[in-house]
């Protein structure tokens, strides 16, 4: 009864509820903002708009491939922006890269199908690998979203005069591609696509010297497109100025190295002048470039046949024509007889089997020819040539060169000044063939 009563400290309890209210407001506020210990502090995300700027900038200075990576990062950045899907195809066309270029257009199309552009160069990029068809189809589409679009006209005049080239074009195709050439111009004169396109149908109708100024207005516009210099420098050599097209090639060859057709032309305008030491070193860095290319290794043989230098022309003709292993392990696909180069590669491959006396495959070659190229008067007369010096080495009139040319070292490609075995040829061509499943040189 005596024992007293314990009163409640108020400050306690003040001091705890405040203490509570810290950890609740701790938990509630200050944790959701900050970062768990141990990981790093996240650095502010690049906006698209940064990378296009980027994209631009190394666009003007003919880095397509940098170009072309910056654009891809403001599409992850902003992927509904039609337009970056639309430059994207636009350098990659011009970097060779046609099959991304498609995919681009086509991304492009899915966000706004009424996008006249992106149906022009879905068109443009489905030519170079030959599809001319569906690429007109597109192209046309484009044209019906919006008539004024210069570009598409500009794509569609070339790639007509490109299917007409091929032997693929209809009747009055090539007018077809002189009325959107004409049209394209009307639309912007001015433009690159239109001097261009205008420039490839002038060269198509025998207008060389009209194209040469295409072609030079277009580069004047922009000078780091690889084709362009191609063009030019293939406008060149028509009007026998070799020695500009040799400068432009290199042009083609500083802009796009692992391009090997810039070399196969430097190569084949060097065997025009006669200049077969040049023309071989030239080729041969053409096959390094491309191994698996036929047409490569058909060129090399060529030239090596007029060194004469037999053995090494047999060996690079047999790939082109027959196909195999390279010196390297890698597999070329030989080429079906073709009206054109391909033809030449035959019957070039004929006369040195026959002229070294293999002639039991010089005589096949020489059947396949006459069955496959009957038309072809000059391809004809050099399968009846191989039949002729085989006839001459059976009676012993004519003795088979085993060996080659004197001082042309056989696989070194070293040449010698002796005068190449006759042959009948063809006029040198204008383009490169492009190989099989590869993409159509334009």
Not at 28 to 47: A, D, F, K, W, Y
Not at 51 to 72: E, H, M, N, P, W
Not at 177 to 197: E, R
């Amino acid at each position: 009864m005596n024992r007293r009563t314990r009163h409640s400290n108020p400050w306690k309890l003040i001091l705890l509820v405040l203490l509570v209210g810290a950890a609740v407001y701790v938990n509630q506020v200050i944790v959701p903002v900050t970062s768990p210990l141990g990981i790093p502090t996240p650095t502010p995300t690049r906006s698209a708009e940064s990378f296009v700027t980027d994209a631009q900038k190394l666009a003007g200075q003919g880095k397509f491939t940098q170009a072309i990576a910056s654009y891809q990062s403001a599409i992850e950045a902003d992927p509904k922006n039609v337009s970056n899907y639309i430059q994207v195809a636009t350098l990659q066309i011009y970097n060779n890269a046609y099959k991304d270029a498609i995919t681009n257009s086509e991304n492009a199309i899915l966000l706004n199908q009424n996008n006249s552009m992106a149906h022009a160069l879905r068109g443009w990029a489905l030519s170079f690998t030959g599809d001319y068809l569906n690429a007109e189809v597109e192209i046309n589409q484009a044209i019906q979203l919006d008539q004024n679009n210069a570009s598409a006209y500009a794509y569609l005049a070339e790639v007509i005069a490109d299917e007409t080239q091929a032997g693929q074009g209809g009747l009055g195709s090539l007018d077809k591609a002189i009325t959107a050439s004409k049209t394209a111009v009307q639309l912007n004169k001015d433009s690159l696509d239109t001097h261009w396109a205008r420039g490839i149908v002038l060269d198509i109708t025998g207008n060389h010297q009209e194209a040469n100024s295409e072609y030079q207005a277009a580069v004047a516009i922009n000078g780091n497109i690889p084709d362009l210099h191609l063009l030019l420098g293939e406008s060149y050599s028509t009007l026998l100025q070799d020695d500009k097209a040799i400068e432009e090639f290199n042009k083609a060859n500083v802009l796009n190295p692992t391009d090997p057709n810039p070399l196969l032309d430097i190569s084949r305008t060097y065997f025009k002048v006669g200049d077969y030491a040049k023309a071989v070193q030239y080729a041969l860095e053409a096959v390094k470039a491309s191994p698996e290319d036929p047409y490569m290794y058909g060129n090399l043989g060529t030239i090596y046949y007029r060194v004469p230098n037999y053995p090494d022309a047999i060996a690079a003709l047999r790939l082109a024509v027959r196909g195999g292993k390279a010196s390297d392990g890698t597999d070329v696909k030989g080429l079906p007889l073709a009206a054109g180069r391909v033809t030449e590669y035959y019957y070039t491959f004929g006369l040195a089997l026959a002229r070294q006396g293999d002639c039991g495959e010089a005589l096949q070659i020489s059947q396949i020819i006459q069955q496959g190229a009957s038309t072809d008067d000059v391809a004809t007369y050099n399968a009846q040539e191989m039949v002729n010096i085989c006839t001459q080495i059976s009676e012993g009139t004519v003795t088979p060169q085993l060996t080659a040319g004197a001082g042309s070292g056989s696989g070194s490609g070293a040449v010698s000044n002796s005068t190449a075995a006759p042959v009948k040829s063809t006029p040198p061509a204008k383009s490169t063939p492009a190989a099989p499943a590869a993409a159509p040189t334009k």
